[in-house]
């Protein structure tokens, strides 16, 4: 076997092991060899026989490992069938990622607690183990624990793994405490338009760190002593944005005021993880923030991440779109209240349980049982707003929601050049929606007949899962190809889905 093909397999075997949350310890013994043996076959310094191949693939339960290296994964789905029982809402993808950001603040152990298991957050642990982070998965794969170097190997970063991740963006705030001169790639993640980097840039300014952007990197140096004069006010609301400033400020050894912050869900579970090392913070919840940082921070800290009201939405228009009843357990409450209060006004028949903590002790969480509903078209538009207002990334939702309701809805798409376009891909499955520009779409209800069809996964995550819940919808057989974004943010969706009733198979082109 050449180099290049070994270290392709070696690489897919590695991928597939963290997978199943085995050490390389544990993948020795169940093949019995050696740790150090399983080493080299994942850096694709061993020749390996097809006989080894297959024990490989029978141990990690992997297919993609058993046939060698092979195209994307692909979704079949046998629609028409009505969902039912309960299912819970796993820990948030964005917050997870922020998190593993914000975990090369201290110089201690961070444990994080039921991890979601998605290849956004793959991509970030390939990034972190590749400048010395100690990466291992604990108690059966579902928590985490991350142990960091005395010093961070930088100029070992995992390139290729960093500029599959727009998150990677966020290494910026707490590695300008770590390194005078660093560099990371270009970020990237979903196809959503051009999205600028210049509100980071401009708050992470004010602590003293100048980026220049060239040859696809941007090269960062952080310069000492830099303190901001007066309080730092984002020209962007954004959620990283607010992300990066906070993880600048919580190793600034002083008092620092960040206004227009985004108080979303992710921002919040950040500011519970950030005050857990030590870091008292003011305000959070609103758009002024004020961190009171720590110059060193040298803390063990194990923090459990909350559920995911975006997954929550998803669940929630599985069961509209397939007029299903379904209890969705573990909903982040505060963080959907005005979709739900504009779903209400649409005709949603719901309950919910009384509320109670999650794991963190600070979310709210509730039980939501959703039930067949005659749904009609809201009257104003349906458009998105920072937090409390509807979360950007619940509109692709309401598009198959609305393709359920009787009457018109105006989509307003505002915040991403191009990601409505996505939403059209809906009238090849039966529904009727009309672009008018690249920012809204026109929806007329209700569909009366999904059909199923074969189609190119979106590029963006969430119109990617709007197809998929359409799909479910859809009588006959419907083909979704190449849905690795879908695996950047939800984990294990088909095998979940199909617990509560759908019939989603999982394949690969051979």
């Known amino acids: 076997m050449t180099d290049d093909y070994l270290l392709r397999i070696g690489k897919l075997i590695r991928d597939a092991r963290q997978h199943r949350g085995l050490t390389q310890a544990q993948l020795g013994e169940a093949l019995g060899t050696s740790q150090s043996a399983v080493n080299r076959i994942e850096q694709g310094r061993q020749n390996i026989s097809l006989e080894m191949i297959a024990r490989i693939g029978e141990a990690l339960d992997s297919e993609i490992v058993s046939i060698g290296y092979s195209g994307p994964m692909h979704l079949r789905v046998t ?73 961070l190997d930088l100029a070992s970063m995992d390139v290729e793994a960093a500029r599959r991740t727009r998150s990677v963006l966020m290494f910026l705030g707490p590695l300008m405490h770590r390194a005078e001169h660093f560099e990371i790639p270009y970020a990237g993640g979903c196809e959503l338009g051009t999205r600028t980097v210049q509100p980071h840039l401009h708050a992470l300014q004010q602590y003293g760190l100048e980026v220049a952007t060239t040859n696809g990197s941007y090269h960062a140096t952080a310069v000492p002593g830099v303190s901001p004069a007066r309080p730092i006010v984002l020209t962007e609301r954004g959620d990283t944005v607010t992300e990066n400033a906070l993880l600048a400020a919580a190793r600034h050894d002083g008092v620092s005021v960040i206004r227009n912050a985004s108080p979303n869900y992710m921002v919040q579970d950040l500011c519970f993880f950030l005050e857990q090392l030590g870091v008292r913070i003011e305000g959070i919840g609103t758009t002024t923030l004020t961190v009171h940082g720590l110059p060193t921070i040298d803390r063990d800290v194990d923090y459990s991440p909350a559920e995911d009201p975006v997954e929550a939405m998803s669940l929630l228009a599985a069961a509209v779109a397939t007029s299903s009843e379904l209890t969705i357990r573990r909903v982040p409450v505060e963080f959907l209240e005005i979709e739900l209060a504009v779903l209400e006004q649409m005709g949603l028949d719901h309950d919910r349980s009384p509320e109670y903590p999650a794991a963190n002790g600070r979310t709210r969480l509730t039980d939501l049982t959703v039930r067949p509903s005659k749904l009609t078209a809201p009257t104003d538009k349906i458009h998105p707003m920072p937090f409390p207002g509807i979360n950007i990334d619940n509109i692709p939702f309401f598009a198959v929601i609305a393709a359920a309701a009787h009457g018109t809805t105006l989509i307003h798409d505002w915040v991403y050049e191009n990601r409505a376009i996505y939403l059209t891909e809906l009238t090849r499955l039966g529904a009727d929606v009309k672009l008018l520009d690249p920012h809204r779409v026109l929806v007329q209800g209700p569909t009366t007949r999904w059909r199923a069809a074969e189609m190119m996964c979106p590029p963006a995550l969430r119109p990617a899962v709007v197809i998929l819940l359409a799909m479910l919808a859809a009588e006959g057989v419907s083909v979704l190809r190449n849905v690795y974004v879908i695996n950047r943010g939800y984990e294990d969706l088909a095998e979940r889905l199909n617990s509560i009733g759908a019939r989603i198979e999982t394949f690969r082109d051979i």
């Open 79 to 151: 629609g028409g069938t009505k969902l039912s029982g309960a299912i819970d809402v796993r820990t948030s993808k964005n917050a997870c990622v922020a998190l593993l950001c914000a975990s090369l603040l201290t110089t201690g152990r961070t444990t994080l607690r039921q991890v979601a298991r998605i290849e956004e957050v793959y991509r970030l642990l390939e990034v972190l183990s590749s400048i010395g982070v100690k990466v291992r998965w604990i108690n059966e794969g579902k928590d985490l624990e991350l142990t960091p170097p005395a010093e």
